[in-house]
C-alpha cells in the first residue's frame, strides 16, 4: 500500500529560499547579541568553580562501597553474586571462613579479599541491586581518580572506609531463632 | 654593481612582504579563525566556547587565546599513521595539493595602499606581486585547489572518502563557472583587471556597493552608480555563495559532514596532514574573504573615500591595512554566522542551484551590466 506523503504548499515568499535564510540569521544574531549583552543565561557550567554536588539526585550512582551494620560487622558475606553480575567483571572475591568462637560464627563466610577495580566499574549499579545482605551501595561521588592503575583498585579496607556504618537495614543474623 | 644591487633589494622586498604577510599574518589568522569559529559558534548557541587555556602552567586564562598553539602542539605530535590499504604517493601529495593554492592566490591581494616609511623615499606598495591579470591568476590557481580534493578521495581506497571526493569535485567545479562569471560585471565597471588598481578606483569613487563620497560633508552619489547596484547586489549576492561552495563551508559542506560521510575526504588522515586539510579549508575562506572585500567592499579603503592611500602619510597607509584586516575579520565572522544558522543542502538540490540558477542568473547580469553601461555611457 503506497502511502503518497504531501508535501507541504510552500508561499512564493517562502519558494525564493533567500527570505527564509534570513530569518534564521536574524534569530542566531538576536542569540548572539543577548549573549554578548550579557542577558540571557549560559548553559554551560565552568566545572572547577561550579560544581553541582548540591543538586544530586539521592540516586545518583556514583563509586560503589562496602558497609558495617550499626554493630561493627562487616555485612558482606562472600556470596560472589556482585562479582557473577557485574557486567565488565571489576570485583574479585576471594571468600574465607569465619572460625569458630567468633560472635558472628553463624554466619560462617565472609570475604577474605574484596578488591573493585574502578579503572573496570562501569557504575551501572547492579551489585547494589543484586546483594542480597544490603552489604554494597554506590555513593554519590564521581571523581575517582589515581595516578598509576594499582592505586585505582579498591580493596576491601579502603571499601570499608568509603563506605562507613549504615543504620536501618534488614539485620537478618541479628535475631536470635 | 648597482644591477646588482637592484637585483638584491628587488628580491628583498618581497620576501618581506611574503615572510611578513604569510607567515606572521595569515597563517596566524588561520590558526585562530578555527578558535574564533569555535567561540563566535558557541555565542550563537547560548554556551560558552573554549575559554581556559592560557599561558601553559599558571592559571592565567587568557580568554582561551592560548588554544590554537595547543591545537597545534597536538597536531605536531600526534601519531602521523599511513595506513597500509593507500596509494602512498597521492595520499602524501594530496594534503600539500589542498593547501598551496589557497596560500598561492594571497600574492595579488592587495592589502593596503602604499606604505611610506619615514627614511625610505618610495613608497612600498602593499601587494606582493601587482599583476595586471590579477583576477585571472586568483581562478586559475584556486582551481587547482580541486586536484587536492579529489586525490584525497581517491587515494584513500575507502567507500566513504571516494563518494565524499566525488561529491566534492563536482560541487566544486560547478560553482567555479558563476563564481567566474559573477565578477564579470566588476571588470567590465573599472576596466581593469588588476586589483590595486580596482580598489583605487574604488577608494576615488566609492565603494562598489555603497557608492557614495563625501566632499566636505555633502554625500556625492550620481545616477549611474546607483543604477549599477542593481546588478552589482546580484553578482555580489552569486559570488558570496559560490564562495561558500567552492570552500566546501556549510551550507555546501556534504562533501565532509558527520552525519553522511564519517568525515568525508579527509577520513583517512591523522596529525599533520589533517590539520593541512582543515587549515587549508580555512585559508582558502579567509583569502576569499579577501577577494569579496576587495572587488566589493572597497578593499582598503575607508568608506565614503574618506582618508588617502598611504602615499604621502605613514598614517593613513597603516590605517588602510587595518581597515582591510578589519573588513576580512568581518567576513569571517559572516562566513561562521551563516554556518551555524542554515542547514545543509542536499547533494541534488546543491547541483541545480548551480547549474539551473546560479548559472542563468550569471549570464543575465552580465547582459544588465552591459546595459546599463551602455544607457549612461
Redesign the interface.
Known amino acids: 500500500m503506497a502511502i503518497v506523503v504531501k508535501r507541504p504548499k510552500l508561499s512564493i515568499f517562502e519558494k525564493m529560499y533567500l527570505p527564509g535564510i534570513v530569518k534564521g540569521l536574524w534569530i542566531t544574531l538576536s542569540h548572539a547579541i543577548k549573549m554578548l549583552l550579557g542577558r540571557s543565561k549560559k548553559v554551560t557550567m565552568q566545572y572547577p568553580e561550579e560544581k553541582w554536588d548540591e543538586e544530586l539526585p539521592e540516586y545518583y550512582r556514583g563509586a560503589p562501597a562496602l558497609v558495617t551494620d550499626e554493630q561493627g560487622r562487616e555485612r558482606c558475606v562472600s556470596c560472589q553474586l556482585c562479582e557473577f553480575i557485574c557486567p565488565p567483571r571489576a570485583i574479585k572475591i576471594i571468600p574465607d571462613e569465619i572460625e569458630k568462637g567468633n560472635t558472628w560464627e553463624k554466619v560462617e563466610k565472609r570475604p577474605a579479599e574484596f578488591d573493585i577495580d574502578m579503572i573496570r566499574c562501569i557504575y551501572c549499579g547492579m551489585c547494589e541491586e543484586v546483594c542480597p545482605e544490603q552489604a554494597i551501595y554506590l555513593r554519590q561521588d564521581y571523581a575517582i581518580t589515581g595516578e598509576s592503575r594499582e592505586e585505582m583498585v579498591h580493596d576491601k579496607a579502603k571499601l570499608y572506609e568509603i563506605g562507613g556504618v549504615r543504620v536501618g537495614l534488614v539485620n537478618k543474623w541479628n535475631e536470635l531463632k | 654593481m648597482t644591477e646588482l644591487v637592484t637585483i638584491i633589494t628587488s628580491l628583498i622586498e618581497p620576501t618581506i612582504k611574503i615572510v611578513a604577510l604569510v607567515f606572521m599574518v595569515i597563517l596566524p589568522m588561520v590558526a585562530y579563525s578555527v578558535y574564533a569559529e569555535r567561540r ?1 559558534s ?7 566556547g573554549p575559554n581556559r587555556v592560557g599561558v601553559p602552567f599558571t592559571k592565567i586564562s587568557l580568554a582561551g587565546l592560548g588554544q590554537p598553539i595547543a591545537d597545534g602542539l597536538k597536531f605536531i605530535l600526534k601519531e602521523d599513521l599511513t595506513p597500509g590499504h593507500v596509494r602512498k604517493v597521492y595520499y602524501w601529495l594530496a594534503p600539500a595539493l589542498t593547501m598551496v593554492p589557497a596560500l598561492l592566490t594571497c600574492a595579488v591581494l592587495p592589502f593596503g595602499g602604499h606604505l611610506k616609511l619615514p627614511f625610505v623615499d618610495e613608497p612600498f606598495q602593499m601587494v606582493i606581486a601587482d599583476l595586471d591579470v590579477g583576477i585571472l591568476f586568483v581562478f586559475a590557481i584556486a582551481s587547482l585547489g580541486v586536484y587536492g580534493i579529489v586525490i584525497a578521495g581517491w587515494a584513500s581506497n575507502s567507500k566513504y572518502p571516494f563518494f565524499g571526493g566525488v561529491r566534492s569535485s563536482s560541487q566544486m567545479i560547478s560553482y567555479e563557472i558563476s563564481l567566474g562569471l559573477s565578477v564579470i560585471p566588476i571588470l567590465m565597471i573599472y576596466g581593469d583587471l588588476n586589483l590595486g588598481s580596482i580598489v583605487q578606483q574604488q577608494h576615488d569613487k566609492g565603494w562598489a556597493l555603497l557608492p557614495i563620497t563625501l566632499e566636505g560633508f555633502k554625500p556625492v552619489f550620481n545616477l549611474r552608480d546607483i543604477a549599477l547596484l542593481v546588478p552589482l547586489l546580484i553578482s555580489f ?1 552569486i559570488f558570496v555563495t559560490s564562495l561558500f561552495a567552492e570552500t566546501n563551508r556549510l551550507p555546501f559542506d556534504l562533501p565532509e559532514c558527520e552525519t553522511e560521510l564519517v568525515a568525508g575526504y579527509h577520513t583517512e588522515y591523522s596529525s599533520m596532514k589533517f590539520a593541512l586539510f582543515f587549515l587549508g579549508e580555512y585559508a582558502a575562506m579567509i583569502i576569499g574573504s579577501g577577494f569579496a572585500v576587495t572587488l566589493f567592499l572597497g578593499g582598503w579603503s575607508l568608506p565614503f573615500g574618506l582618508g588617502g592611500n598611504g602615499e604621502e602619510s605613514l598614517f593613513w597607509g597603516l590605517v588602510a591595512i587595518g581597515t582591510f584586516f578589519a573588513k576580512v575579520v568581518g567576513f569571517i565572522l559572516f562566513f561562521i ?2 554556518r ?3 542547514p545543509r543542502f542536499r547533494y541534488d538540490q546543491l547541483m541545480r542551484l548551480g547549474w539551473v540558477f546560479f548559472f542563468e542568473i550569471a549570464l543575465f547580469n552580465i547582459l544588465l551590466t552591459a546595459g546599463i553601461l551602455m544607457i549612461f555611457r
Open positions: 563566535f558557541a555565542i550563537l548557541q547560548d554556551r560558552v549576492v554566522w551563516i551555524w544558522s542554515i
